[in-house]
């Protein structure tokens, strides 16, 4: 739940005329699609680099539980991906699932496995997106922060400490228009930018005026809320794709219903507790848009994670539960 460098433990029911907004809320861009309701959606997590010496003797990358129950909670399952296979088996991954969450963690955004990895995952999506084969990406935290660096093609996180904390959100003029949060009731909205619904567990982020300089996030990326660090640098805590169904989040949705660790902030009002369930629908229902799929049922079946115990680490990590590999 950290940040590049600092340790992994701090590192939606819409209603149902959400088809509806579906439907009239088509994607602001040339991507075209044929209409899609796939009602088994799979979502791909890529696995993250194991940084904590605590976390070493039970595998070399690892999947927070807490994202996996937000991923099923929003109607779909999970597929892990590793970080050691080659580029046809992701190209292969790429096809079977329909969408994809890079997780907050800790790993370098430009030379790790996991920014290669992911890069390979963002390029394919794309094109797919491009030839009208829908696909949506989500990035949490560091998520995010490598979905930056992917679209402008270099680092430009800063200093922007907001460690432990929860927020509300300063949302802009283009929040209350955006596909993330437009299934969001008026009484949600206003307590998203008035409480303290986002749970905040990172050192560094993206500059408004970093996001202002380059013409590459400008042109991909529209900013819907944003935040002050302790430094008093104001960073962007919500991004969303203008062409692409590319989302980003700075802060950490999933912990508002499945992280319980009593020194940490996570943020468990009846308002916290919405606005996860909200973004998790929100983005399950993006995957519904995918016809990606698997070969056959026993191929599906020996993919997810299911075939996989977590192991109980609320002892020694701010995680209740992780997934090892």
Same mark, same amino acid.
């Given at each position: 739940?950290?940040?590049?460098?600092?340790?992994?433990?701090?590192?939606?029911?819409?209603?149902?005329?959400?088809?509806?907004?579906?439907?009239?809320?088509?994607?602001?861009?040339?991507?075209?699609?044929?209409?899609?309701?796939?009602?088994?959606?799979?979502?791909?997590?890529?696995?993250?680099?194991?940084?904590?010496?605590?976390?070493?003797?039970? *595998?070399?990358?690892?999947?927070?539980?807490?994202?996996?129950?937000?991923?099923?909670?929003?109607?779909?399952?999970?597929?892990?991906?590793?970080? =050691?296979?080659?580029?046809?088996?992701?190209?292969?991954?790429?096809?079977?699932?329909?969408?994809?969450?890079?997780?907050?963690?800790?790993?370098?955004?430009?030379?790790?496995?996991?920014?290669?990895?992911?890069?390979?995952?963002?390029?394919?999506?794309?094109?797919?997106?491009?030839?009208?084969?829908?696909?949506?990406?989500?990035?949490?935290?560091?998520?995010?922060?490598?979905?930056?660096?992917?679209?402008?093609?270099?680092?430009?996180? =800063?200093?922007?400490?907001?460690?432990?904390?929860?927020?509300?959100?300063?949302? =802009?003029?283009?929040?209350?228009?955006?596909?993330?949060?437009? *299934?969001?009731?008026?009484?949600?909205?206003?307590?998203?930018?008035?409480?303290?619904?986002?749970?905040?567990? $990172?050192?560094?982020?993206?500059?408004?005026?970093?996001?202002?300089?380059?013409?590459?996030?400008?042109?991909?990326?529209?900013?819907?809320?944003?935040?002050?660090?302790?430094?008093?640098?104001?960073?962007?805590?919500?991004?969303? *794709?203008?062409?692409?169904?590319?989302?980003?989040?700075?802060?950490?949705?999933?912990?508002?219903?499945?992280?319980?660790?009593?020194?940490?902030?996570?943020?468990?009002?009846? $308002?916290?507790?919405?606005?996860?369930?909200?973004?998790?629908?929100?983005?399950?229902?993006? *995957?519904?848009?995918?016809? $990606?799929?698997?070969?056959?049922?026993?191929?599906?079946?020996?993919?997810?994670?299911?075939?996989?115990?977590?192991?109980?680490?609320?002892?020694?990590?701010?995680?209740?539960?992780?997934?090892?590999?």
């Amino acid at each position: 739940m950290s940040n590049t460098g600092f340790p992994a433990y701090v590192s939606f029911f819409f209603a149902c005329c959400f088809c509806c907004f579906c439907c009239s809320r088509a994607m602001p861009t040339q991507v075209k699609q044929e209409a899609v309701n796939n009602n088994r959606p799979v979502i791909g997590i890529l696995t993250q680099l194991v940084s904590d010496e605590v976390m070493k003797p039970f *595998g070399r990358t690892y999947i927070p539980a807490s994202y996996v129950k937000y991923i099923e909670s929003g109607g779909s399952r999970v597929v892990p991906i590793r970080l =050691t296979l080659t580029t046809a088996e992701y190209e292969n991954i790429f096809r079977k699932i329909n969408g994809l969450i890079f997780i907050g963690g800790a790993a370098d955004l430009e030379t790790s496995d996991f920014a290669r990895v992911a890069k390979i995952f963002y390029t394919l999506a794309l094109k797919a997106n491009d030839k009208g084969d829908f696909f949506p990406i989500w990035g949490t935290c560091m998520g995010m922060q490598l979905l930056t660096v992917l679209v402008s093609g270099e680092n430009l996180l =800063t200093k922007t400490t907001a460690e432990n904390i929860a927020l509300p959100l300063n949302l =802009t003029t283009e929040a209350s228009s955006s596909r993330m949060f437009a *299934g969001l009731s008026d009484e949600l909205m206003k307590a998203l930018a008035e409480e303290p619904l986002t749970g905040n567990f $990172h050192h560094y982020g993206l500059t408004v005026k970093a996001f202002q300089e380059n013409e590459k996030l400008q042109s991909f990326f529209t900013v819907l809320s944003t935040n002050i660090a302790l430094n008093g640098a104001v960073f962007i805590s919500t991004l969303e *794709g203008k062409k692409y169904p590319v989302y980003g989040v700075q802060w950490h949705p999933e912990v508002n219903r499945f992280q319980w660790d009593s020194k940490l902030n996570f943020p468990h009002s009846p $308002h916290a507790v919405q606005l996860s369930a909200r973004l998790a629908e929100f983005f399950i229902q993006e *995957g519904r848009r995918s016809s $990606h799929h698997f070969d056959s049922p026993e191929e599906e079946a020996s993919s997810l994670i299911y075939n996989y115990t977590p192991v109980y680490t609320a002892n020694f990590t701010g995680y209740e539960q992780v997934y090892f590999f």
